[in-house]
């Protein structure tokens, strides 16, 4: 007597979803064997971006709040710790810390600090406010202060990043000749300085917000990380409110303004609040802003990274379309407080201090 075609089918299904589940936990093992959480790696949309390096945890373990690492022409390190108010550097062989810029108000010293960038030959600044006075400093790659001027802006603060104020210092980036500055209390979301602090040029009208009757939020929905591009033009990247970005060419000329989506982001931007409580910040009442973008850099083929409270981070080519979004992993998966692109390519992040191989293409 045959069996009935469905009955002969029944250990053949059978088999199949015991070889297609002993995948499945194949691969969610292989995952957390990796140190990639399962939701991570199961996530078709995002592609998981690996460490290739870093500071030894050794090394790395002995910073409180590393919120800047970039690296010199000689192959060593620089990492800004902004609770200890130093910059750090670490030998080419990754052996040895030491201070480079300590605490204080003096000329050459750092106090309040909030914001810090690299130029390619090493030099870099430290963005300031000792006093509630907010300054910039500027220092060759050993250490030694080349100028330090005083800011004509506002210290109140805007945007809450990890329990972090920032305002328009907190976003300062240097370009290796000048430095730019977000100061949409002067009107204009970008002010580029010399090193010796005069004003060399503004561009760039503030973005409307809705909330122009109240110029706290008004202000925090303008605060942007002002990004300097290889062709001389500017990204700026809105780091709270409706997440955006603009791109000015040389000249100063927008060129095109792109809204920032992502299936990632789409929670974070409903949970969005039309109403901020405030709270006291040094005797001043200001709103809690939370960022809807933590950082940003552009990397050496001029494309765009934006990362995201979500640990996504987006990509966008010079024509500002998204191609790409990737997560990274070191022990586990990263939410950066920084990125940094090194000359050869490597793309440096806090926290961890670690370092990845991003593909050119």
């Not at 790659?141 to 329990?163: H, Q, Y």
């Not at 927008?254 to 990632?264: A, D, Y």
Request: aromatic share 8%; glycine share 8%; proline share 8%.
């Amino acid at each position: 007597m045959s069996l009935p075609p469905s009955a002969r089918s029944r250990p053949t299904d059978l088999s199949t979803s015991i070889r297609v589940a002993t995948a499945l936990i194949c691969v969610v093992a292989a995952a957390l064997a990796a140190g990639v959480p399962a939701s991570v790696a199961a996530a078709a949309r995002a592609q998981v971006l690996r460490s290739v390096g870093g500071i030894p945890a050794f090394l790395a373990g002995e910073f409180e709040n590393a919120t800047g690492f970039a690296r010199r022409p000689d192959g060593s390190s620089l990492v800004f710790d902004r609770r200890r108010h130093r910059v750090y550097q670490i030998d080419a062989a990754r052996t040895v810390v030491s201070p480079l810029v300590e605490i204080g108000y003096e000329t050459g010293r750092v106090l309040r600090p909030t914001s810090f960038d690299v130029a390619d030959s090493g030099d870099f600044i430290v963005a300031d406010a000792p006093g509630r006075r907010p300054r910039v400093s500027v220092f060759q790659a050993n250490g030694k202060a080349l100028n330090t001027f005083d800011v004509a802006a506002t210290e109140s603060p805007r945007v809450i990043v990890d329990n972090v104020v920032l305002n328009g210092i907190g976003a300062a980036r240097y370009t290796g000749t000048t430095v730019l500055l977000n100061q949409p209390e002067r009107g204009v979301l970008v002010t580029e300085y010399s090193v010796t602090g005069v004003v060399q040029r503004q561009m760039g009208q503030l973005r409307r917000t809705g909330f122009e009757s109240d110029p706290d939020v008004h202000l925090a929905f303008n605060t942007a990380l002002p990004l300097p591009t290889r062709d001389g033009g500017l990204y700026v990247v809105f780091l709270s409110g409706p997440p955006a970005f603009r791109k000015y060419s040389a000249s100063g000329v927008l060129e095109f303004e792109r809204v920032i989506q992502g299936r990632e982001i789409d929670a974070l931007v409903l949970r969005m609040p039309t109403q901020w409580p405030r709270r006291r910040v040094d005797d001043v009442s200001v709103p809690v802003v939370p960022p809807m973008v933590r950082t940003a850099a552009v990397d050496r083929q001029g494309r765009l990274w934006v990362a995201m409270p979500t640990s996504h981070i987006y990509v966008f080519d010079e024509d500002g379309e998204k191609v790409q979004t990737w997560q990274l992993a070191g022990a586990g998966v990263l939410t950066p407080s920084s990125l940094w692109f090194a000359p050869d390519g490597r793309l440096l992040v806090t926290p961890g201090l670690y370092e990845f191989a991003p593909p050119i293409g």
